[in-house]
């Protein structure tokens, strides 16, 4: 059962320790399963069964505003966020030509006549008005910070906010005093600092709205698989046909698609062939060609053959809804290392605020003169350099660009922690069957024992397999129709699983399977065993077919490897995993697929129940298994694994199933997710290692470190455009992934085997 979820648009916050507080305030809320928020585009999503209201408002107590967004799926909402996010940054430009022209005038005047003091009564009258239009100009530009800074101690609590306005407050009511007060101060600290101020506030604004010009390219994914989605459909009513806007089109309606239009629903082709370009939904280049009764998606394209499609999904019904909800939902979790830094952030602002009055007080019992001065610059520097943006930034904007890129690919990746996990499988498990190979077997041969009648044989074959489920019987029966066999009535049917199947045809007593089925029932295949070899060794697999207590036929079948399948399994390899192919053949006929594919260890002969026993026994040595099937059969050994990779064909329910959803049949789209992994978890790292390292290694220079040996003091002006660079330093390494290319990769000779 799907679980409701719901979308909110903040105001206000401003760093990591705002994710913590909104995260947890929503979470105290009847009903909210879990709420999550992404710094990077300022939205939270909240599953669960809450009322929205009880949402905004726990969010408003909590000191932000909050705006539900009806749906996050559509191309308005995209475009309107886009409009919205342009307007801020216009607003941000404005704010910052304005603070910027105040503090660089004040600075120039200060470089070129050299004196900021406040010695003279008329010195007061100019600094008096000059004091007043910076306060002017910090209501004008700067008013978020400060009404942020309120709403944050009414809340009890601390953000980046509340350092900005500390440090800016700080530096304007001292200059502000020096002005009021001046015999008060020591001659040497009647200094004022209204251009640090202006020039502050300026230098924030200019690094915020570069981030968010540097921001809007990380939804760039989004609005792409939005756009595929097209605007109108031609359908056909009452004979005639006419063209109607999406959101008109009924359910089981009848479209006519022409040569090079989008299809715009999922349905089913009534009428008439072409081919259908799918490379937007599944990474797959290759037209796929589509017939009566083919299915077909919403936001693919047809290619050259007019169709009538029957419409069976419709607007957030369709596979590319999912997809979208799905890469929206990935983008908005966490990893486990983003939790990591929001809980450090928490705690960061108090012991900011700690170590900035710390600094201040030692520079007033321990410095030179003027000691109350530099004990002014030190607080606001230590406060302002501090600004712990760049590390909120650091986690959500790498996954949002990486997950992104995933899905370009044709990978769903399902939430931060498997993004996270997948980066660490050590040994990757494949599925033979449909993974490695087509998983269309076909019977290439048939060996005569004590029948006579080859066509004899693969009718009884066929018609014992017409009551199984198994992947090798539609290979049976379909031989059996192209030869225009019949099939017959079986009775007493009875699947043995893992060795094959028996039942009544005819009248006679039939067994069709594996060795093990024949050893069980006592029949003699010791004749045989040579030539059932011989096929194994040729990735045939064998199977016995006995009739009455005796070995009638060996029917060889085949399941084709995959044209890319080596190439993609050396690109594993050279990712670093340890490559395991399961499979339920005999262990010859998988020894003979694991040498052609280049695969060095396989477990050969596994029952369905047994595949999760060998994900397990893997993990207790300690390693951590990625586990790549159908996403049906190998259900309990995908759930089982790290990380489960299931192969759908994007229209069915793998694109729920699974942590990691590889759209296409490919195994280059396995190579591309942990490629992309990697790479964004590298990313993470790199951001959070330079965010660390900024606010570590800056602090304490801001606090005076460098002063007793240098004779510095970090200006509060240098540490304003150093925190506002430093987000930006962020956003623009999290846009290196836009660039980042999964496929390359080289070919070496495969390893001994080991055969288990």
């Not at 009903?31 to 009880?54: E, F, H, R, W």
């Not at 979790?333 to 170590?355: E, H, Q, T």
């Not at 109350?372 to 590390?391: D, G, K, N, Q, Y």
């Not at 699947?495 to 067994?511: I, M, P, S, T, Y």
Request: hydrophobic share 50%; charged share 20%; glycine share 8%.
């Amino acid at each position: 059962m799907k679980i409701p979820t719901l979308y909110l648009h903040i105001d206000g916050a401003s760093c990591a320790s705002c994710v913590q507080k909104i995260e947890g305030a929503l979470k105290q809320v009847a009903g909210v399963d879990d709420a999550v928020m992404n710094l990077a585009d300022s939205t939270v999503t909240v599953t669960g069964k809450a009322d929205i209201s009880s949402l905004i408002k726990a969010i408003a107590v909590a000191g932000y505003t909050a705006q539900s967004i009806r749906d996050v799926l559509s191309l308005r909402a995209v475009s309107e966020k886009e409009q919205a996010d342009q307007r801020y940054y216009k607003e941000l430009m404005r704010n910052m030509w304005v603070a910027l022209s105040l503090g660089m005038a004040l600075m120039l005047y200060g470089m070129v006549i050299g004196d900021m003091s406040v010695n003279s009564p008329k010195q007061r009258g100019v600094w008096l008005g000059v004091g007043l239009l910076t306060l002017a100009v910090m209501i004008a530009t700067g008013r978020n910070f400060y009404v942020g800074a309120w709403h944050s101690f009414v809340n009890h609590n601390a953000n980046m906010d509340t350092l900005i306005a500390l440090g800016t407050g700080t530096a304007w009511l001292y200059s502000m005093f020096v002005v009021v007060f001046p015999a008060l101060v020591p001659e040497m600290a009647r200094h004022v600092y209204f251009e640090a101020t202006a020039m502050i506030i300026g230098l924030i604004n200019l690094g915020l709205a570069l981030e968010v010009r540097a921001r809007g390219r990380t939804s760039e994914s989004i609005r792409r698989l939005i756009g595929l989605q097209p605007k109108m459909a031609r359908v056909i009513r009452d004979g005639e046909e006419f063209d109607i806007a999406i959101e008109h089109v009924q359910l089981n309606e009848q479209l006519r698609v022409r040569p090079g239009e989008k299809i715009s629903v999922d349905g089913r082709v009534l009428t008439g062939s072409t081919s259908v370009d799918e490379s937007m939904l599944t990474g797959e280049p290759m037209p796929v060609e589509k017939t009566v009764g083919d299915a077909v998606a919403a936001g693919t394209i047809n290619k050259n053959g007019s169709i009538i499609v029957l419409a069976t999904g419709i607007g957030h019904d369709t596979a590319l809804a999912r997809i979208v909800e799905l890469v929206k939902r990935a983008q908005n979790s966490k990893p486990p290392i983003g939790r990591l830094a929001d809980s450090i952030a928490a705690y960061f602002v108090p012991v900011i605020m700690m170590i900035a009055l710390a600094s201040a007080l030692l520079w007033l019992n321990l410095g030179p003169e003027p000691r109350i001065a530099f004990a002014m610059v030190s607080f606001t520097t230590v406060l302002i350099i501090a600004c712990p943006c760049a590390l909120g930034l650091a986690t959500p904007m790498s996954v949002m660009v990486g997950v992104g890129k995933a899905a370009e690919a044709g990978v769903l990746i399902r939430n931060g922690a498997a993004l996270q996990t997948a980066s660490k499988v050590s040994v990757m498990i494949l599925d033979k069957t449909g993974t490695i190979t087509l998983g269309q077997p076909k019977v290439t041969h048939i060996e005569l024992a004590h029948a006579s009648d080859a066509k004899s044989v693969l009718q009884l074959a066929a018609s014992l397999e017409s009551g199984s489920e198994h992947p090798l019987a539609l290979s049976i029966i379909d031989s059996a129709k192209e030869q225009g066999l019949s099939l017959d009535q079986v009775d007493q049917f009875k699947a043995v699983v893992g060795h094959g199947v028996q039942g009544r045809v005819r009248d006679k007593k039939v067994l069709f399977g594996n060795e093990k089925l024949m050893r069980d029932n006592s029949i003699d295949i010791a004749a045989y065993l040579a030539s059932a070899q011989e096929m194994a060794a040729s990735a045939e697999t064998p199977m016995y077919l006995a009739v009455d207590g005796q070995l009638a036929a060996i029917i060889a079948v085949a399941d084709p490897i995959k044209e890319d399948s080596i190439a993609a399994i050396n690109r594993l390899q050279h990712l670093g995993l340890r490559v395991v192919m399961l499979t339920g053949d005999n262990r010859a006929t998988a020894q003979a697929v694991a040498e052609k594919v280049g695969i060095t260890e396989f477990f050969a002969e596994v029952l369905p129940e047994e595949k999760s026993a060998k994900v397990l026994e893997l993990q207790q040595r300690g390693h951590i298994v990625g586990m790549t099937g159908d996403g049906i059969n190998d259900a309990p050994a995908l759930a089982l694994a790290n990380v489960g990779f299931a192969i759908g064909t994007g229209t069915d329910v793998a694109i729920e199933s699974a942590d990691i959803t590889l759209m296409r049949g490919s195994l280059h789209g396995l190579a591309d997710a942990i490629a992309v992994s990697k790479a964004t978890l590298r990313n993470i790292r790199q951001n959070l290692l330079g965010a660390f390292i900024y606010n570590t290694a800056g602090v304490p220079i801001a606090a005076g470190l460098l002063y007793p040996w240098f004779g510095v003091l970090l200006s509060p002006v240098i540490a304003g455009a150093a925190m506002a660079f430093s987000s930006l330093t962020v956003v623009s390494n999290a846009n290196r992934l836009r660039f980042f290319k999964p496929r390359s990769h080289t070919i070496s000779a495969p390893a001994r085997l080991v055969n288990k």
